[in-house]
């Protein structure tokens, strides 16, 4: 869906725009009025290039982009490829950074990379862009392509392209504050958007440096929010402790259990409230034959009575008593 954002702060450069080919049909009547507002609304600072008539014409799939001053945030999915037909001649300063999500883009012969570059599904890449080079990308195709000043991170990127891991530590903290700065960009005051800006910005070098100064409080909230991602991912996982995700973050157990200081539950109750979560919507699903004894075990509750007695703490309910509810 089309929308008109609410700008914030200098400038109008804080806010949202997107267009949705999902809501609104296919094609030039919705890639063409997202363009139009892009360069409305920051095209002298980034200007796009030309993308080819089919890239317009066939369109489907989801644009949003994020501005945050002199920054941005552009997340593209999409069921029909996109390409560009002419780059222009505009001399950049920018620091871009493409991470895969699902297909591929292809960048035809970034400057700093002596050819061809493709950012698959589970990887990013990183480099200084001075002049505009054509991609495109994999009929499926979902990436996020993050933009940045030449001036914050030209000195650690110049000359030096970086690939690496989706999976890496450092990217998934970048990534969960990017979620977070997704969900919540259209509440944040000047203050707030500045500061989710600088810590985009910190993270970013983190990202190039392979670390990030964990005791910085900027960080925490996407230290927190990238350890819930991973334990929601591994829920089942027998293994899932407060321990092996801090592990898995290259972080120090205390360090973690700092992050969620702040917070209404530690790491250990989060996990805990998780899994119950988990095991309700389980129990009570339509034709569900999963027993309580069998949910205790897959969710890694100690017996039958210890995961009864957490359920009733939690739903003011036994499962039995919570599933008849809802039938």
Do not use: C
């Amino acid at each position: 869906m089309t929308s008109r954002p609410r700008f914030l702060g200098p400038g109008g450069k804080v806010g949202t725009f997107s267009v949705d080919a999902d809501s609104t049909g296919t094609g030039r009547g919705t890639w063409e009025p997202f363009i139009d507002t892009w360069n409305d609304r920051m095209g002298d600072l980034y200007p796009l290039p030309e993308f080819s008539a089919s890239t317009v014409d066939g369109f489907r799939g989801t644009m949003r982009s994020v501005a945050l001053e002199d920054t941005a945030i552009n997340e593209l999915r999409a069921s029909s490829p996109v390409s560009t037909r002419a780059v222009g001649t505009y001399e950049h300063d920018q620091i871009r950074l493409y991470v895969g999500l699902r297909g591929a883009v292809a960048l035809r012969d970034p400057h700093d990379r002596g050819g061809d570059t493709y950012v698959s599904a589970g990887t990013y890449f990183m480099h200084h862009v001075v002049t505009e080079n054509h991609f495109h990308t994999t009929p499926l195709i979902g990436t996020r392509i993050f933009i940045f000043p030449g001036d914050a991170l030209r000195p650690l990127v110049a000359g030096k392209p970086r690939t690496g891991q989706a999976t890496s530590p450092t990217a998934q903290i970048l990534m969960a504050h990017t979620s977070m700065v997704q969900r919540t960009v259209n509440d944040l005051g000047p203050a707030g958007a500045h500061a989710s800006r600088n810590a985009l910005l910190e993270l970013a070098k983190g990202l190039i440096l392979d670390h990030f100064d964990d005791r910085e409080p900027t960080f925490t909230p996407a230290l927190a929010q990238a350890a819930k991602n991973l334990a929601d991912a591994r829920l089942t996982d027998a293994e899932l402790s407060p321990a092996s995700i801090a592990a898995q973050l290259h972080v120090s157990l205390s360090t973690l259990q700092r992050a969620f200081a702040r917070l209404d539950e530690s790491f250990s109750a989060y996990i805990r409230r998780r899994r119950l979560e988990e095991a309700a919507a389980a129990l009570t699903a339509s034709g569900s034959q999963l027993s309580v004894s069998e949910a205790a075990a897959l969710w890694h509750f100690t017996d039958s009575s210890h995961f009864i007695r957490v359920f009733k703490k939690q739903y003011h309910a036994t499962p039995a008593q919570f599933a008849r509810r809802l039938t």
